[in-house]
């Protein structure tokens, strides 16, 4: 649904204390970011969550700062004041339709940024351990759609500096840019079975007209090459989350290959009958944004379980 959001639909939601607004000067100009930064970690090396929005969404919006057709969401700012994690959420550059992206590895994506965005979030990660007391083993990046599809990127470009990557509604590239992931690193994917936009058996990225926004491979396709890079096993554990709400015709199990939290991992929570959104125990859509992306699942929220696959795992940085 992030991938939806427009900047000039957007109204601002109440602020958050501890968030502020920064920028990085780079080659193709200012780039903008917001900080969540939980008071109790002022001193204190700080995990670190790096948000990726969405194609014409924007940072504001993953920090619960803008809203869109009546819908806003500080879930991540709550999760970053609950479990001490500072938040980073960059803005994306404007691609050739106008809106704001990402230029992750779609080949056959014409409307992604073109902007060095590796570049730039490498740029975010040094000023993050430099300015922000991030721990640089503990850097984890989290991206919906096509910021999705630049977590992906990352793990294949700066794989070594992060500990972990999720990716909300995204696949990796059927036709690539770059090059094949190298370095072994945890993954947690989710995804709706019924997401019309990024299809989970793979396709053509739609968006109510939209074109240009490139191919993937499907969802499970997408965890394997990870999977099989890291050498996991075959056969992951499986958990079905209990059923919260009779009238909701979804339902989330969780698949992990690699039995050890703090250790190497790949995971995909498939959310069956869900659409291109996360899922929330206690939040909806408006029946027009429902209507757009499909329906919510309310048996687990997506921040916390991405929290819970990050929390434990470390970067196997160099020692200098």
């Not at 969780?254 to 939040?283: C, K, N």
Request: net charge neutral; aromatic share 8%.
């Amino acid at each position: 649904m992030r991938a939806l959001i427009a900047s000039g639909l957007c109204s601002p939601l109440p602020a958050h204390a501890g968030i502020s607004e920064h920028a990085l000067l780079r080659p193709e100009g200012s780039r903008a970011y917001f900080a969540v930064e939980p008071a109790a970690l002022a001193t204190q090396k700080r995990p670190t969550i790096i948000l990726l929005h969405g194609h014409g969404a924007s940072a504001a919006f993953m920090v619960g700062r803008e809203s869109f057709l009546g819908y806003g969401s500080d879930e991540w700012v709550r999760l970053a004041e609950r479990e001490h994690v500072l938040l980073l959420a960059p803005d994306g550059s404007k691609a050739s339709d106008g809106k704001r992206a990402w230029n992750d590895c779609r080949a056959d994506a014409p409307t992604n940024a073109t902007s060095d965005d590796v570049g730039f979030l490498a740029a975010l990660i040094d000023t993050a351990i430099a300015q922000f007391h991030a721990d640089p083993q503990r850097i984890y990046v989290f991206g919906a759609s096509n910021g999705g599809g630049m977590a992906f990127r990352l793990g294949i470009e700066l794989g070594p500096r992060l500990a972990a990557i999720g990716i909300q509604s995204a696949l990796m590239p059927a036709h690539s840019r770059c090059g094949e992931p190298s370095h072994p690193l945890s993954v947690f994917v989710t995804h709706g079975t019924q997401d019309q936009i990024a299809p989970y058996e793979g396709g053509a990225v739609r968006a109510f007209g939209l074109h240009g926004r490139g191919s993937g491979i499907g969802a499970e396709a997408s965890v394997a090459i990870w999977r099989t890079l890291a050498r996991l096993p075959e056969t992951p554990a499986e958990h079905r989350f209990p059923h919260r709400d009779a009238a909701d015709a979804t339902s989330a199990t969780r698949f992990t290959w690699g039995a050890d939290p703090a250790g190497l991992q790949v995971e995909l929570l498939r959310i069956d009958g869900g659409g291109h959104t996360g899922s929330s125990t206690t939040e909806n859509l408006p029946w027009l944004l429902r209507r757009l992306v499909g329906v919510v699942n309310h048996d687990v929220d997506t921040p916390s379980a991405a929290w819970e696959f990050f929390k434990r795992k470390r970067a196997a940085l160099p020692v200098p």
